[in-house]
């Protein structure tokens, strides 16, 4: 399989793995991999450090997560601990507290905490999961095959296993170590997939990106 010159193709937000199972079942991509649901947060006593795009909010009390994919200001700056507005979120685990609390920030860049960088907007924060204009959709899937071939389809028909050399089974054959790209939402929503080799249990892994 020839290799694709990889230009942009999208912000990479999601990622799947998966191992293919002992009774050789067709396996699709989760939906939650090529969709996801902006949520939004309001806040207001801003801190100094300025969050970015990528980095993880959580909170003190609820422990509630999620990735920020965009933050806007509404009134005062972050250097003057008064920044108040809203972040986008996705990818939220737990619920943050519909009462005040403390946001604290995981960075991107490294990994390192900031102790508190806003608190949470009482108001705001109880719809936290209202969908923020629509659902994102994958604008491409980068696919890997980790470990053994694969057969797959990407049409919706379901792949069949090899049979032997003179019967090869339905479907593209992928082998182990190679990578390729789904470059539109329908092949994505069908891709299907099963091992190239019955009970070879092949590992293939997803990575979603976004515009």
Same mark, same amino acid.
């Given at each position: 399989?020839?290799?694709?010159?990889?230009?942009?193709?999208?912000?990479?937000?999601?990622?799947?793995?998966?191992?293919?199972?002992?009774?050789?079942?067709?396996?699709?991509?989760?939906?939650?991999?090529?969709?996801?649901?902006?949520?939004?947060?309001?806040? /207001? @006593?801003?801190?100094?450090?300025? %969050?970015?795009?990528?980095?993880?909010?959580?909170?003190?009390?609820?422990?509630?997560?999620?990735?920020?994919?965009?933050?806007?200001?509404?009134?005062?700056?972050?250097?003057?601990?008064?920044?108040?507005? /809203?972040?986008?979120?996705?990818?939220?685990?737990?619920?943050?507290?519909?009462?005040?609390?403390?946001? +604290?920030?995981?960075?991107?860049?490294?990994?390192? @905490?900031? @102790?508190?960088?806003?608190?949470?907007? @009482? $108001?705001?924060?109880?719809?936290?999961?209202?969908?923020?204009?629509?659902?994102? /959709?994958? +604008?491409?899937?980068?696919?890997?095959?980790?470990?053994? %071939?694969?057969?797959?389809?990407?049409?919706?028909?379901? %792949?069949?296993?090899?049979?032997?050399?003179?019967? %090869? $089974?339905?479907?593209?054959?992928?082998?182990?170590?190679?990578?390729?790209?789904?470059?539109?939402?329908?092949?994505?929503?069908?891709? +299907?997939?099963?091992?190239?080799?019955?009970?070879?249990?092949?590992?293939?892994?997803?990575?979603?990106?976004?515009?």
């Amino acid at each position: 399989m020839g290799l694709k010159t990889m230009e942009y193709i999208g912000e990479p937000l999601t990622f799947e793995r998966q191992l293919s199972a002992s009774t050789d079942a067709v396996r699709t991509i989760s939906e939650g991999t090529y969709k996801i649901t902006n949520r939004m947060l309001g806040f /207001t @006593a801003g801190g100094t450090y300025v %969050p970015l795009v990528g980095d993880v909010l959580y909170g003190n009390t609820s422990l509630a997560i999620a990735t920020i994919t965009k933050i806007v200001l509404a009134t005062g700056a972050w250097g003057d601990n008064d920044a108040a507005g /809203t972040f986008y979120l996705h990818n939220q685990v737990g619920t943050f507290h519909s009462s005040a609390e403390t946001l +604290k920030i995981i960075k991107a860049a490294d990994g390192a @905490a900031d @102790a508190a960088v806003a608190t949470s907007v @009482a $108001g705001n924060s109880a719809v936290a999961d209202k969908k923020v204009r629509q659902t994102r /959709t994958a +604008k491409a899937m980068l696919v890997e095959v980790l470990l053994n %071939p694969i057969n797959y389809c990407v049409d919706g028909t379901a %792949p069949t296993i090899d049979a032997d050399a003179i019967l %090869p $089974g339905r479907g593209i054959n992928a082998v182990a170590n190679t990578n390729f790209i789904l470059e539109d939402i329908r092949s994505i929503q069908n891709f +299907k997939w099963i091992n190239g080799t019955g009970s070879a249990h092949a590992q293939v892994r997803f990575q979603g990106f976004f515009d």
